[in-house]
């Protein structure tokens, strides 16, 4: 039961908005996202609890359909240090990884 | 500090081999997870591990043999190495175990490579 990312890449010129797309089909504790740049590790940017509570990254927002079990990632005024992968990873009984989607942002 | 460290980075063997990657958080965190991320950037969970507890045993090769001696370290035993094995091998913590996990901390990463 892999969530479902979308788009699968994204190119950006600097400065400009993207979204990010997460489904699943099963219920949800939360809905986890990651950004992991090439040869490094994921690195944690925001977590989304069932219930409305969520932590995480000052610049990055995020939003939460528990009934539709999709979520959304907003990346406003992009910067270049934020091209990367992004994972989402829904947790129901475990913590599962979306393939992931590529955004590269252009100066 | 580094509050996941893994050992060895990188790893290049036979097939047939049998290797062994070491985990080691400092963050007082419960649970442990060993994920599997391949050529194709999928990252798949493994394994994972709560107060040396194993929770989550995910369809895995028996080749594959995780091993926690204490909260703080979590290790993986590869048997027999075949060349669909390599890929990267990322550990992780959390504070919490399934359905209250909070956010994963990754080491940098394994990279074995399988010849």
């Known amino acids: 039961q892999q969530p479902v990312q979308s788009p699968q890449a994204v190119i950006l010129r600097e400065g400009e908005d993207a979204v990010i797309n997460c489904s699943s089909s099963?219920?949800?504790?939360?809905v986890h996202w990651y950004r992991q740049k090439h040869g490094e590790a994921p690195v944690f940017l925001m977590i989304?609890?069932?219930?409305?509570e969520q932590k995480g990254h000052e610049k990055i927002s995020a939003s939460f359909n528990e009934k539709k079990q999709q979520s959304s990632l907003y990346l406003t005024a992009s910067q270049l240090s934020y091209s990367g992968t992004y994972f989402c990873g829904t947790e129901s009984d475990k913590i599962i990884f979306g393939k992931g989607t590529r955004l590269h942002i252009l100066p | 500090d580094t509050a996941v460290s893994q050992t060895p980075k990188y790893l290049v063997t036979q097939m047939g081999n049998d290797k062994s990657i070491k985990c080691e958080q400092n963050l007082g965190h419960d649970t442990m997870y060993w994920y599997k991320q391949d050529s194709k950037k999928f990252l798949k969970i493994m394994f994972s591990y709560n107060n040396k507890e194993l929770i989550i045993n995910e369809t895995v090769p028996n080749r594959f043999s995780p091993k926690s001696p204490d909260k703080a370290h979590l290790n993986l035993h590869i048997n027999s190495l075949e060349l669909g094995d390599s890929a990267v091998y990322f550990c992780?913590?959390?504070?919490?175990?399934?359905?209250?996990?909070?956010?994963?901390?990754f080491g940098e990463g394994s990279r074995l490579t399988v010849l």
């Open positions: 992780a913590s959390s504070r919490g175990r399934t359905g209250v996990t909070g956010e994963l901390f």
């Open positions: 989304l609890l069932k219930g409305g």
């Open positions: 099963k219920a949800l504790y939360s």
